[in-house]
């Protein structure tokens, strides 16, 4: 029974991910057949990540009241019924007002189910769990793929996804009796946690480290979700790639978000989350120089190299959290780098939107450059800092 039931949490955190590559496989085809300018992709990307910002910090206080299983059952209904609107909407005015149920319903699952798995299962779950959003941020272009090339187009991708995103809500609303069964098995131990959290609340951005480990998030998220949402563009307008493959080689870079995570965790029994970051910034950095070659033969390894190098870095800087502030401050500032995290989500595709429809699409590349050239002197601060600290606790020992 538990097995099962931690089945159906990856299954939602599949359909998390199913949406959040659509807009930018489908968008290129979108803004042409709704007539608007295509920078328009990035107002659409920052309403609903606000949505998702919104519904992450209301998620505490919501999922005590109704429980992780209601929560996380109605917000993919939520998403499934804006997908839906999605595929019917007549023109771009209907579609920002169907970014609010959208982002509002993502960031509930993710919240909800990041802090169930937290408290309820073992680590590695939690590792494993992100690669499962990866699987449907994977899906989600592949599918989308497929209708660009019939006559049906976007609409009908939206509309699937959509029905997709009802099955997953009809087999979550199933299980709610394993939700209660596992909610009240733990109900004690989770509140003794929040009430220990609520007692350490204080101004942790004076810890020695704190504001480069915001600083991370806040340029990763930036690297990922611009290469996310402004990449088919990029190859459809610049390199005059057909709509459908573009998609696919989007589809690329999530598939190796995926797949990368999913070997992260073996790869951490033998390496340090230190020495894998690394790794993936420099994966990441020859993913886009390849972009930047202009050989289109190579822009499929150099997505799947951005992906690849992408999946170690949010959930390794994640983990390193207690380690490098320490155990009694990490829930404070865990919380606060997700909030920057999903400021550089949504801030900084819209940026390079704004840039796009001024001509500046074709240094794309570039703009993800920038981001990881920052993240790499934000990351190796914190490892020097951390390395002088050790080397003062050894001194004084």
């Known amino acids: 029974m538990a097995t099962l039931f931690l089945i159906m949490i990856y299954i939602a955190f599949i359909g998390l991910g199913l949406p959040d590559s659509v807009l930018g496989a489908s968008w290129p085809t979108i803004h042409r057949a709704l007539d608007v300018p295509l920078e328009y992709a990035g107002i659409l990307s920052m309403m609903t990540t ?31 019924v804006a997908l839906l609107g999605f595929s019917m909407a007549p023109s771009f005015y209907m579609l920002m007002a169907l970014t609010l149920p959208l982002g509002l319903g993502a960031g509930s699952v993710d919240a909800a189910l990041n802090g169930y798995v937290s408290l309820h299962y073992e680590a590695k779950h939690m590792s494993w769990l992100h690669s499962f959003w990866g699987v449907g941020a994977t899906l989600g272009p592949v599918i989308m793929s497929f209708f660009l090339l019939k006559s049906s187009g976007w609409r009908s991708g939206y509309l699937v996804i959509s029905l997709l995103q009802m099955t997953i809500a009809g087999l979550l609303f199933l299980t709610l009796p394993l939700w209660k069964r596992f909610n ?48 088919a563009s990029f190859l459809v307008q610049i390199h005059n790639i057909p709509n459908d493959i573009a998609a696919r080689y989007i589809s690329l870079f999530f598939a190796g ?82 909030a920057f995290a999903y400021m550089g989500s949504t801030f900084s595709p819209a940026v390079f939107g704004f840039l796009a429809g001024k001509g500046f699409l074709p240094y794309f590349p570039g703009y993800l450059l920038l981001f990881l050239v920052a993240l790499l002197g934000s990351t190796e601060s914190i490892n020097l800092l951390m390395k002088r600290k050790e080397e003062k606790i050894k001194a004084s020992a």
């Not at 917000?75 to 499934?80: H, R």
């Open 257 to 338: 978000i995926t797949i990368g995570r999913m070997l992260t965790g073996f790869i951490t029994l033998k390496y340090s989350f230190k020495t894998i970051i690394r790794g993936g910034i420099f994966s990441m950095f020859m993913g886009i120089l390849l972009l930047s070659s202009g050989i289109q033969v190579l822009f499929i390894a150099g997505f799947l190299l951005i992906g690849l190098g992408c999946a170690p870095v949010f959930p390794g800087m994640i983990h390193e959290t207690p380690e490098r502030f320490g155990k009694v401050h990490a829930q404070t500032i865990i919380g606060i780098q997700m």
């Open 50 to 80: 606000a949505g998702t910002i919104c519904s992450s910090f209301m998620s505490g206080r919501v999922t005590r009241r109704f429980g992780a299983g209601k929560v996380t059952t109605v917000s993919v209904l939520m998403t499934a």
């Open 184 to 231: 009240q098995k733990d109900a004690s131990s989770t509140k003794e946690v929040l009430q220990d959290t609520a007692k350490r609340e204080e101004n942790v951005y004076k810890i020695p480290g704190v504001k480069l480990a915001i600083t991370s998030f806040f340029v990763y998220c930036a690297v990922e979700m611009t290469t996310g949402l402004w990449g």
